[in-house]
């Protein structure tokens, strides 16, 4: 079939079992699961000090009501802000502020607010207390549904939390909605992609429509 993979043997495969290293430069596990949506999430802690961090490892999983999650690597300022609140924002990573996302990825003393280190503005939300990023064309409001910490296939328990929130609100910059519909493309969004320091961007030049099928009708 076009674009399909030629028929390959196991000769062909690099194999390797996690647990027992890849044997290559950079883990490629990342970057097979890619490009990533990134998850700019800013939070609050209870004393008021605002957090502002990107995490790779983000997406949505339900639509109604609508849940979004991010996995922290660590127990960093975010999950201690929302565990402690229950509330968080998402910020929509855009190429033209790719810089300033980057820069709130510093490793910074609890307390540093990383909108000032990367020249942010604070938006105040509407129904949750942590900011918005003002130069963000779309931002959810989110509250806290789960906190998961990881565990592997042995029940051992691994050092990455996954957090879960209800989106409660919605931001969205009136220019992204063409004829009442999201422009994808419109915003040019970032995604994570492997190695040290790859992301891509998403424009309209790599749009495709594909429809679902209907119902399937076993041959009679």
């Excluded at 975010?78 to 790719?98: D, E, K, M, P």
């Excluded at 998961?148 to 909605?177: M, S």
């Excluded at 995604?191 to 992301?199: E, N, V």
Aim: net charge neutral.
């Amino acid at each position: 079939m076009p674009g399909c993979f030629a028929l390959m043997t196991e000769k062909n495969f690099h194999y390797y079992e996690p647990r027992l290293g890849h044997g290559l430069p950079h883990d490629p596990f990342s970057a097979i699961v890619g490009p990533r949506p990134i998850g700019w999430v800013s939070t609050r802690s209870v004393e008021g000090c605002i957090n502002l961090a990107p995490y790779s490892f983000f997406n949505a999983f339900n639509y109604v009501p609508p849940i979004i999650g991010f996995a922290s690597v660590g127990w960093k300022d975010s999950v201690r802000n929302i565990q402690a609140t229950g509330q968080f924002v998402w910020n929509l990573a855009t190429r033209g502020l790719a810089e300033a996302v980057n820069m709130t990825s510093i490793v910074a003393a609890p307390g540093v607010d990383e909108f000032k280190l990367a020249g942010l503005t604070h938006a105040p939300s509407t129904l949750v207390k942590p900011p918005r990023v003002a130069e963000s064309p779309v931002n959810f409001e989110c509250r806290l549904t789960q906190l998961i910490q990881l565990k592997g296939a042995d029940e051992t328990l691994v050092d990455t939390w996954l957090v879960l929130g209800e989106v409660v609100a919605v931001h969205i910059d009136k220019r992204l909605l063409v004829d009442g519909i999201y422009s994808t493309a419109a915003s040019v969004p970032i995604l994570r992609g492997g190695g040290p320091a790859d992301y891509f961007a998403v424009d309209d030049s790599q749009r495709f429509q594909m429809f679902r099928p209907g119902k399937y009708k076993a041959p009679s």
